[in-house]
């Protein structure tokens, strides 16, 4: 029954707080529909009481392995990959990338914030797609993966299954998007016993039971919950013509 809606979250060592908690804290304690998981990539077999370091004392226990998230009787609504510059390291590992995607190969829905996107198009997955990135490491990064259709002036992007944001605030108002993406009323919940399906080519079902126009409501009045100001136009970037820190 599509009564919650699974988020599994990676959680790496260096992973960048907002990248995580900005989108997540928008998004699950909201609504009892969205349900997390969180899975620490370094731990393949148990997380149960290891941390992994954030930064400056800031730390996440994972809740599943990577091994549990793995087995086909494991089923999840979302895969969320935020970013961070611990993530550099682990675009090297062959392994790791294989494991990353049979998840994205799974999920009826993936979402990156930041340099997330970079892990992703790292499996290959995001190939022929459309999606961005961090803004500060656009010129670098973006080149090592020319099958991806990399958009440079976007808040996110949404192609298919994949909702990729680019730096780390725009996260947030990805997540809000996100939340207009997959929102499911609760009259509607029980209404609609189909689960969402990942299709042929990739992408997935629509959501039972998903209205447009009730999920922009619920989406509005929860940014205004919040006192947040919604950028709601993905392609309203301030940032994209701002110099970067080293003035180029």
């Known amino acids: 029954m599509p009564t919650h809606h699974r988020i ?5 060592s260096e992973v960048e ?13 909201r609504s009892d529909y969205y349900k997390l998981e969180f899975v620490n990539l370094h731990h393949f077999a148990s997380p149960q009481g290891i941390e992994t370091s954030i930064k400056n004392g800031m730390g996440i226990v994972g809740t599943i392995s990577l091994a549990e998230a793995l087995r086909e009787d494991h ?7 935020p970013g961070g510059f611990g ?11 294989q494991q990353i995607g049979q998840l994205v190969d799974r999920a009826p829905n993936v979402f990156t914030v930041c340099t997330g996107s970079i892990l ?15 803004k500060r490491l656009y010129d670098e990064v973006t080149p090592k993966h020319p099958g991806v259709k990399w958009q440079k002036r976007a808040r996110w992007v949404h192609d298919g299954k994949f909702l990729t944001s680019s730096g780390v605030t725009a996260g947030i108002d990805a997540g809000f998007a996100f939340i207009a993406n997959t929102y499911v009323a609760p009259e509607d919940r029980q209404a609609h016993p189909e689960t969402q399906k990942v299709g042929l080519r990739g992408d997935a079902t629509p959501i ?7 999920a922009l409501k619920f989406t509005r009045m929860t940014a205004f919950g919040l006192e947040y100001r919604w950028h709601s136009d993905p ?7 701002l110099p970067t820190s080293d003035g180029s």
Do not use: C, H
């Open 208 to 214: 039972p039971g998903y209205s447009r126009e009730k």
């Open 235 to 241: 392609a309203d970037d301030p940032f994209v013509d």
């Open 17 to 29: 707080a907002l990248d995580l908690f900005g989108p997540l804290g928008a998004i699950v304690p």
């Open 8 to 12: 599994l979250s990676l959680v790496y």
């Open 75 to 81: 089923s999840f609504d979302t895969l969320f990959i």
């Open 120 to 134: 992703l198009a790292a499996t290959g997955r995001l190939d022929g797609r459309q999606a961005t990135t961090n």
């Open 87 to 97: 993530m550099m390291p682990l675009v090297w590992d062959p392994v790791l990338l």
